[in-house]
Structures are given as structure tokens and as C-alpha cells.
């Protein structure tokens, strides 16, 4: 998730901005969905990725949609934002955290894929 955070901060600040409020959100939104997408790595080595306990059990799949929406909401309510002093990001900062975000699970189901 460390490598996923400082890919995504490097990334911004390289092709989109150098602000540091910015990359710092930048930071944070990473971190936060990687921590949210890491809940699909913690179903067994043998289960398959798709059809697994993990993904079979409902209340995953609300406390997903719940923290992600109080993510969201935290962006789009300027009073809030304003409280956690929080810049406004564009869209293609959303996206790069977001891909980014993904690393470590796409990283982790590899393995269990071609482990040996």
C-alpha cells in the first residue's frame, strides 16, 4: 500500500500539480481506497477471487459502499472540506489515486495465482 501511495503522489506531482495540499489528498484518497480494496485480499489462498466468502457476505459489500460514500462526501461538502482543510481535486486525480488504490490488490491476487 506504501508503494501504491508514493506511486500515485509521484505520478500527480510529475503530469499534474505540484501543490502540496493537493498531493497530500492525494495521499490520503490512495491510502484510504487501498485499505477499503484490501478486504478482497483476506479471503483464502485457494477461494477464487470472484466467488469467495469475502465477496458472498453482504456487509462487505455495505461498509464498502458506506465508507466510500463518506470519502466522497467529505470532497463534495464544502463545509467539510473546509473543516479538514482539503483541497478540491479534478477527476484525473480521483482516477490516478484510485488505479493506484488497486495496486496492492491486483498485486496480491497475482501471487496467490502463480504462487508456488
Partial sequence: MTLAVIIA?????????????????????TL???????VFNMSSVHSRFLVNDITKNKFIWYALLICTALIAMVYVIPQMRLVLDLAWMPTKIWTVAIVASLLPLVTIQLYKLFRL
Fill in 9 to 29: 503522489v509521484l505520478y500527480c506531482r510529475a503530469y499534474i500539480t505540484t501543490d502540496s495540499q493537493v498531493l497530500n489528498n492525494v495521499a490520503f484518497l
Fill in 32 to 38: 484510504a481506497f487501498a485499505q477499503l480494496f484490501h
